[in-house]
């Protein structure tokens, strides 16, 4: 190099899953991108000696629905440095990027459109929306729930239109919580994103194991999709919305794919869900399709686990956005600690949190405020799924992360941070410099202890840090050094497509 760089990491194994490199050696940053990967780097106004620890590339979250600072701050410490709301999304974009940059994010964000958003404010007049809460709060709402017309459908798909102008990352649909929805509303939004060329990211309607009288099974209606429209549909955490029939779905996904449509999937190494308490599939009435009973659920703002159908019926009537946790699995069970791993050691399966916000108890503090103060409520998965997915993909029961595990260390890391990054690169030139360790690239890297690295965050516990991340920059500045928040350190940019 010719010019002293801003940042040099020195000595650390570094990981490329792209290339191939995996190699001690130095990386060197200047002005928020990688110069240089080598040896002998001279020294930079920030050296940190990294022997030991792995350096890699930043993870690329997918489906991440806390997007303040606060909630972003566990993220770094798990190793995020680009979180994105594309599940859900927000409608409008421009809102949610302005709020964004106005109080500075400590990692990188963008949002998909929100079909969700579109179809509450065309059927029921209710938005402009701009915030998560804002769509829990109206789950349950009739108008969300019943078929639209054809004016109606041309509304949402004319409101959805106008967000992909402005640069949305593609299309969220939260179809499971409107289950009355026509398919052919579904299939539009499909070839609006595939005209858009941009993904759509669904969280499925019901399955036909679950609701054998639903009007189309929620995977075949993904594939359907992608065959009948030639969109790239993304299927948000296949996990949850599968269980115990993952093998099924998996199945349909590959058929799919072998033919030649674009279907991808991510999952989150959890046994228990969250979401807005008034969810369709959490009626008392329907409980029984998943194999739940109240008890199953706990409820976020009070902490209790729900006591009986009737206090079910009341928490959704006085209080349906809500959050609260879904014990779907047993994870000390081996038979389903087995199905919470398909998912995630599928092909080419993507590591995503559906990160949540978090519920106080009382007063909400700043979000600024570090450390956290205790009492607040969310599902560890906000603060621990990259941490917990080193642990359970890649390393043996009693090793290392790198020392075994169902996929190793480097296809782990492919699947948290350049599969994601590849997902989005066709209609968003930022995600074609994240994800990779190479020279040019987004310094936006991850520096962690294989030793030591594991998540810390419990049901008990949601919002422990995982430990072992030493260093996460973003855009080259340091925002977690010495396994501790840099306060002040706010990089994050905005993430958003070209249109066509």
């Known amino acids: 190099m010719t010019t002293r760089p801003d940042v040099v990491l020195r000595g650390g194994r570094v990981i490329d899953p792209e290339t191939g490199l995996d190699a001690v050696c130095d990386v060197a940053v200047s002005a928020g991108r990688i110069a240089w990967i080598g040896n002998g780097v001279a020294s930079a106004t920030v050296d940190l000696d990294v022997a030991g620890q792995v350096v890699t590339a930043g993870f690329v979250d997918l ?7 606060a909630g972003n701050r566990l993220r770094v410490l798990d190793g995020v440095t680009t979180a994105l709301e594309l599940e859900s999304g927000f409608t409008p974009v421009s809102l949610a990027y302005e709020y964004c940059a106005a109080e500075g994010r400590p990692v990188n964000y963008g949002f998909a459109a929100s079909w969700a958003h579109a179809r509450m404010e065309a059927l029921g007049n209710i938005g402009p929306q701009s915030r998560i809460d804002n769509f829990w709060g109206n789950i349950a709402a009739p108008a969300f729930q019943r078929p639209a017309s054809p004016a109606e ?8 239109a106008a967000e992909l102008a402005d640069g949305a990352l593609g299309v969220g649909v939260l179809l499971g919580y409107a289950p009355h929805t026509d398919p052919q509303e579904y299939l539009r939004v499909a070839a609006l994103a595939s005209e858009a060329g941009v993904p759509t990211f669904t969280h499925a309607r019901d399955l036909a194991d ?24 993304h299927y948000c955490h296949v996990n949850s919305t599968s269980l115990r029939h993952i093998d099924r779905v998996h199945e349909l996904v590959n058929r799919a794919q072998a033919a030649g449509s674009r279907v991808s999937t991510e999952a989150y190494p959890y046994g228990s869900g969250m979401t807005g308490i008034g969810a369709a ?9 998943r194999g739940l009973v109240p008890s199953d659920l706990t409820y976020a703002p009070t902490g209790e686990q729900v006591a009986s159908a009737e206090r079910l019926r009341e928490l959704r009537a006085t209080d349906p956005g809500g959050l609260a946790i879904i014990r779907h699995l047993d994870e000390s069970d081996p038979a389903d600690r087995d199905f919470l791993l398909r998912p995630l050691t599928f092909p ?3 590591v995503a949190s559906d990160a949540m916000p978090l519920t106080w108890p009382g007063e909400i503090p700043a979000e600024n405020v570090w450390p956290l103060p205790p009492g607040a409520f969310t599902h560890p998965r906000t603060a621990g799924t990259f941490s917990r997915a080193l642990r359970l993909l890649a390393a043996d029961a009693t090793g290392p992360v790198g020392s075994g595990g169902p996929l190793g260390l480097t296809e782990t890391l492919r699947r948290c941070s350049l599969l994601p990054a590849q997902l989005l690169a066709d209609r968003v030139p930022a995600m074609r410099r994240k994800g990779r360790m190479q020279p040019g690239c987004d310094a936006d890297i991850v520096v962690f202890d294989p030793a030591n690295v594991r998540d810390q965050a419990t049901y008990a516990q949601p919002i422990r840090p995982s430990a072992g991340i030493t260093h996460v920059l973003v855009n080259g500045t340091l925002v977690v050094r010495d396994a501790a928040i840099v306060p002040d350190a706010l990089p994050g940019r905005p993430i958003r497509a070209t249109p066509r």
């Open 281 to 289: 599939f959490l009626a008392p009435e329907r409980l029984g399709e």
């Open 348 to 350: 080419d399966a993507i």
């Open 210 to 233: 679950f609701v054998p009288a639903t009007v189309i099974d929620g995977a075949e209606e993904i594939v359907r999709a992608a065959g009948e429209t030639g969109a790239h549909m």
């Open 63 to 69: 489906h991440s629905h806390t997007t303040g600072v």
């Open 153 to 160: 459908l041309t509304a949402i798909a004319s409101m959805l």
